[in-house]
């Protein structure tokens, strides 16, 4: 969690508006260097999820540090080109990895010449109709693995993702008999509920890996997925990658062995990059109470100028982000945010006409209240770990202009994404015959 007393939040919502995102450079430096570097000593290489942040400095900021990109469409692709990653298979510094090709996709794989990751059998086929000819990943459905709630099922029977080990075998005479030669096995397992579960669920993707690759004669990758566990609780032990090295070694020497060839082993995380490095700060508009009656009891509702607009997680599966008052006029920190104020259980929820609209709300409860000081109307709440999966799923849900994003770097800040208005949002409205 970012400390706050960092900031000056006050000022800087004067001058955006609230709510906006804020992203520490420093912070998001510091932990991608470390991994980047991890991952160069143990002979990887690391690609960043775009689908964690898009933001340009921070594809900038991955690039610099000498990382890949796995794209998860093709303006995602677009979007990493623009910050400057190379085009091109060999070698494939790029890569999309989707289970439909939708929109511009099968057309930017053509053009950019990315490498493209499938993740349903027909795609082969797709590729193959539309001119495609080069290198392809598989990605597998190993049967197990899925997030810290059961809602991010990532591999097995319920997850959409990847295609099922029973039909690798045609994918793979597919892929011979269009002329594309597989170059990437991959997968991902997802963070798991437990820290040990992580570690266990990539040492049975490597199993599952190296029983595989006799049968891929032409694939110089592994691809082992992200899913890096990220602390969102303050109690939370953070993860330490000193257990996940031995883990890449096993694997790059096991792969290799099992293959009689150098085999390249990536990972791809993207949460744990930068979930750390940002904050949502929004605006307290009213405290107000409803009361125990024959339909459950009453709660100290605190509404904010934030919704599931603006950061989806906690309505889409109940996920845990820690919740800091800042008193109205304060330039920031969490001393500054009524630490005399007496604790109350509150609810925050937001301005949305959605009962879902809620921030303090678990996997299995819509109304999960949680003890803070007590906020008063003109305060700021700051959303921490709100690096990842925020911005990049926000919406336009009631017309609501997607919020500001401000980039803090060596004490100053920057815009870098404004605050979108009406004209923004009917810009593609059009009246036009078919």
């Known amino acids: 969690m970012l400390d706050l007393s960092h900031y000056p939040l006050d000022r800087l919502a004067s001058r955006v508006g609230t709510p906006f995102y804020l992203h520490d450079a420093g912070i998001m430096r510091g932990t991608v260097s470390r991994f980047a570097e991890l991952v160069r000593e143990h002979g990887l290489f690391g690609r960043y999820a775009v689908k964690a942040n898009a933001a340009r400095p921070v594809l900038e900021l991955m690039r610099a540090e000498g990382l890949g990109v796995d794209a998860g469409s093709g303006n995602e692709v677009l979007r990493a080109r623009r910050a400057g990653f190379p085009g091109g298979s060999d070698p494939a510094v790029i890569m999309l990895t989707t289970d439909v090709f939708r929109d511009n996709a099968l057309d930017v794989v053509s053009r950019e010449r990315v490498l493209p990751n499938v993740g349903s ?153 930068v979930a750390g490095a940002g904050i949502l700060v929004t605006r307290v508009k009213e405290v107000k109470e409803t009361r125990t009656n024959e339909k459950g009891r009453g709660h100290t509702f605190v509404m904010v100028d934030a919704g599931f607009c ?105 815009i870098i994404s404004r605050r979108e208005t009406l004209e923004d949002l009917v810009a593609r409205e059009c009246d036009v015959a078919l």
């Open 121 to 273: 059998p027909r795609m082969i086929r797709e590729l193959r109709d539309a001119g495609y000819r080069g290198p392809v990943g598989v990605r597998i459905n190993p049967g197990f693995g899925h997030g810290v709630v059961e809602a991010c099922d990532t591999g097995g029977p319920s997850s959409k993702h990847g295609i099922w080990l029973d039909a690798l075998d045609g994918v793979r005479r597919a892929a011979a008999d269009a002329g594309l030669p597989v170059a990437v096995l991959h997968a991902h397992v997802g963070t798991g509920p437990t820290l040990p579960e992580f570690d266990t669920n990539v040492r049975k993707l490597v199993d599952l890996f190296v029983e595989l690759l006799p049968d891929f004669p032409e694939v110089g990758t592994v691809n082992l997925g992200g899913g890096i566990p990220h602390p969102y609780r303050p109690q939370e032990r953070a993860y330490d990658l000193a257990s996940y090295r031995p883990i890449w070694d096993e694997a790059v020497a096991r792969l290799s062995q099992r293959a009689a060839r150098p085999i390249r082993v990536e990972v791809e995380p993207g949460r744990y990059l």
């Open 310 to 414: 603006d950061l989806l997680r906690p309505a889409l599966y109940g996920s845990y982000h820690e919740i800091e008052v800042v008193s109205a006029g304060a330039g920031g920190g969490a001393a500054s945010g009524g630490a005399q104020r007496p604790s109350v259980s509150c609810v925050v929820a937001g301005p949305l006409c959605e009962s879902g609209d809620v921030f303090t709300r678990s996997e299995t409860e819509l109304l999960d209240p949680r003890m803070m000081p007590r906020p008063e109307a003109g305060d700021l709440l700051v959303v921490q770990d709100a690096g990842a999966y925020g911005a990049v799923m926000s919406s336009n849900y009631l017309s609501m202009g997607r919020a500001a994003e401000v980039w803090w770097e060596d004490g100053h800040g920057r």
